[in-house]
């Protein structure tokens, strides 16, 4: 039930990360976006772990660990949301969020195929009216604020569902990685090394003077969505 209560609160911080970005998705493309966000929420989850002593732990993690940790990270946080970020910008948050919240069914598949965890007639069901709910979502409607053309819809869609397919991959990588692991510091570990692979693709793509043109008001919204939606949901996501 505790994890059920942190995954929801988990995706509550996303939900608002995802709002915050809206027009933003617009301005800048999603490695750019995401690169002053994972680094925010990077140097707050450091901070977190430094004053409640939780870096000590760190000597004592494996090799594996590091690189379950890190490869988790660049696939969920790094593919996944630059995918959704695109989605966004095509088919709006209101669709592209619960579109690729989809992740937690398709997760139950990938532990069921490579974990061997079992799936009751219940997480069955569940599956099904996920899928029932993002055939919904999905269709387009005339009565749309934002109409865009078919093709785009489609694209939007399928990136949605694909970043979704990447924050399940993730969630499978991670877990064994995590197993007696203080969630804080598995958090520090992994975003700040997602907001040097950010800056490290902002660097050779040449987009970090898209930055300055950003307003006061602009950056304020990238810090608070960094800070909200990738420091405390991927803490959250951790501990869930």
């Not at 977190?48 to 870096?55: C, D, I, K, Y």
């Not at 061997?116 to 069955?124: K, L």
Request: hydrophobic content about 55%; charged content about 10%; proline content about 5%.
């Amino acid at each position: 039930m505790v994890g059920v209560l942190y995954a929801l609160a988990c995706a509550l911080s996303w939900a608002a990360g995802s709002v915050s970005m809206k027009n933003l998705s617009k301005k800048l493309d999603p490695f750019t976006l995401n690169a002053p966000r994972a680094l925010v929420g990077g140097i707050a989850l450091l901070i977190l772990a430094s004053a409640t002593g939780r870096t000590s732990g760190a000597q004592d993690l494996s090799p594996q660990a590091l690189a379950l940790m890190v490869g988790s990270m660049a696939l969920g946080g790094g593919v996944g949301d630059s995918l959704y970020v695109t989605s966004m910008a095509l088919i709006g948050v209101s669709r592209a969020y619960p579109i690729s919240c989809t992740y937690p069914a398709i997760t139950l598949v990938l532990a069921a195929l490579l974990l061997n965890e079992p799936i009751t007639p219940a997480v069955v069901a569940g599956m099904v009216l996920v899928i029932g709910g993002v055939m919904l979502i999905s269709r387009p409607s005339s009565t749309d604020s934002r109409p865009t053309s078919a093709r785009a819809h489609r694209t939007g869609v399928a990136l949605a569902l694909l970043a979704a397919a990447c924050w399940a991959g993730a969630s499978i990588i991670l877990s064994p990685a995590t197993e007696g692991v203080d969630p804080i510091l598995v958090s520090a570990v992994r975003l700040p090394a997602l907001a040097l692979i950010f800056w490290g693709l902002v660097g050779l793509r040449g987009t970090a003077g898209t930055l300055r043109t950003l307003s006061r008001k602009e950056w304020l919204t990238i810090s608070l969505g960094g800070l909200v939606g990738m420091g405390v949901g991927s803490l959250l996501f951790v501990v869930a």
